[in-house]
């Protein structure tokens, strides 16, 4: 050895055995320590247990280093009573970096640590690994096999957030070394807890990017006496192998965030895009790719991700059962900013679900694409549902650019209201799925009714009455009836699509135009808007019909109308004169201005 009591194997100690932790730092003073090239836990040989209480106990102390940036620098962590590492109190600025905790020295053998591999409590601003070559290689950790959760954050003996700016990337967590097998923690890959704010999960580069995968919950965050809030997870891979094309899953949901609030999984650049796939165990219920629900899961926000596919954004890896599910007030899953949309496809159930109680409510999913492939045509769609609604007021789409979803291939309809009120679809696109592109209720195409004055799933707001569709060079002539509401406003949108659905009703395949209509006393209005867009040739026009509340703003959305299309049959001559005994050819051209 040189001595210098680092970056050298020989120089390594044993720590195993004994009653306490085999390592304790303590005390506001104790700062600068490091820990390195031990065997804490285990035997000499690296594989036989030899248990501590924790491995190494952290309390009250400050930037201290357990490990370091390079692989010679890390321990072996393994074989614990309780956590591998524990960081407890108001100390901070630790970092734990190259280290096997819960393996053995191969990184391939469960010795797990009878708690969590990493145990944050009330103490901010530490650091789990950090900008690897390849997630889990120095300074990134190897966290895996451990009976508790791999990463735990939480606040606890600390009133008040005490747990906020700690950081987790660069890591393996839940697989072995090779990044390609199974060997997961007991808990959750990450769990942050009450208290835990502002906690960093990976990265927008892929040196930070943390695999998280064969866990019971990939992440979990989560309220104690306060919520887990205003963190960040991104460019993850969760549920899939290193490579992003394998799924390994963990056992429920990839992403679980129960209570709490203002928190962003994602973000808008490519770098950002957590990858979140393969998540969910047959026979066991909640195999999501992202849940959030509680009364105080408030304004949170899914971004940018690839929900259901492998890494290319072309196979399906589909979690178990819903790309994301959401039980929460004012979630927005996508948005109208370049890259916010999510690819949410190849789950074995419903691309979005939204339901609960009443505080289920005003969530947002904008921009998205549903059911294709990242390029929005290709099918990879879900097994049911593109979107499944049972809620009151959320909006699907919206007037903004770039608002609209893309909503194809799906397995049952493009977007199923079960029940609620207030739910505006708007500037979608629907098209190919097995079902109708929007279906109010479970009963098909639902007819209109004299004034709307029927209940049900966004009262089953009825739908314009398509009467023509002609068309010209470079405009579409539409004319209709709508009738509803008396002396109400409605915003009527009309689509084209290649093919009618065989309901005749839709789907809504390309925007093509919008206008605002009024009612009468009676519940009617008249339209004969001039859209100026040009149509290819047999195209089929529908309409949808969304009231507007005073403000203007939209409240609910019918069903799409039975579709017209512009079709007429002319005969020409093939040639002029014509002799005894000569097959003629007479050209038809198809154009039939009424009904489809």
Known sequence: TDGDGSGDADEGNVISGN??????IQGTSATGNKIQGNLIGTAADGV?????DNGVSILGAMNNTIGGATAATGNLISSNARSGVSIEGSGSGNVVQSNYIGTDVSGTLDRGNVGNGINIVDSRNNLVGGL????????????????????FISSFFISGASATGNTVQGNIIGLDVTGT??????????????????????????????????????????????????????GNYIGTDITGTIGLGNRFQGILISNSDHNIIGGTSPAARNLISANGTPGSSGGTGIT???????????????????????????????????????????????????????????GVRISGGPETAHNIVQGNRIGTAADGVLPL????????????????????????????????????????????????????????????GADGVTPNDTADADTGANNLQNYPVLT????????????????????????????ANDLPDPSSHGEGQRLIGALTVTTDAGGNVSF???????????????????????????????????????????????????????????????HNAGPF
């Open 48 to 52: 036989t247990s030899r248990r501590n």
């Open 181 to 234: 097998v199974k060997l997961g923690n007991s808990g959750a890959g990450v769990a942050v807890s009450g208290g835990g704010v502002g906690t960093i999960i990976g990265g927008a580069d892929a040196g930070l990017r943390n695999i998280i995968s064969a866990n019971v919950i990939g992440i979990n965050l989560s309220s104690g006496s306060v919520a887990a809030s205003k963190n960040i997870i991104e």
């Open 528 to 590: 004969s808007p001039m859209l100026p867009v040009a149509l290819g040739p047999l195209q089929f026009v529908t309409a949808s019909a969304t009231r507007l509340d005073e403000q203007g703003s939209p409240i609910e959305t019918s069903e799409f109308s039975e579709v017209r299309a512009d079709v007429s049959l002319t005969k020409t001559d093939a040639r002029d004169p014509a002799f005894v005994g000569q097959d003629l050819i007479y050209p038809l051209t198809v």
């Open 468 to 495: 023509a569709a002609l068309t010209t060079a470079s405009a579409v002539a539409i004319q209709g009836t709508l009738n509803s509401l008396a002396d109400s406003t409605f915003l009527l949108q009309f689509f």
């Open 292 to 350: 959030i629900f509680g009364a105080v899961a408030i304004g949170n926000q899914v971004m940018g991700n690839y929900i259901g596919t492998d890494v290319t954004g072309t196979l399906d890896l589909g979690n178990l059962e819903n790309g994301v599910s959401l039980g929460s007030f004012g979630s927005i899953v996508g948005g109208t900013t370049a890259g916010a949309g999510n690819l949410i496809s190849g789950n074995n159930q419903h």
């Open 19 to 24: 009653t306490l932790d085999g390592v304790r």
């Open 132 to 151: 690897a070559p390849v997630s889990g290689t120095a300074p990134g950790n190897l966290i895996s096999g451990n009976n508790g959760s791999g990463v």
């Open 381 to 440: 769609g879900n097994g049911l549902h593109g979107v499944f609604l049972q809620s009151d007021n959320n909006a699907i789409g919206g007037v903004a650019a770039e608002a609209g979803n893309t909503i194809a291939h799906n397995g049952g309809d493009g977007l199923f209201l079960s029940s609620g009120a207030g739910n505006a679809f708007l500037s979608n696109h629907f098209f190919a799925n097995a079902g109708l592109g929007i279906d109010l």
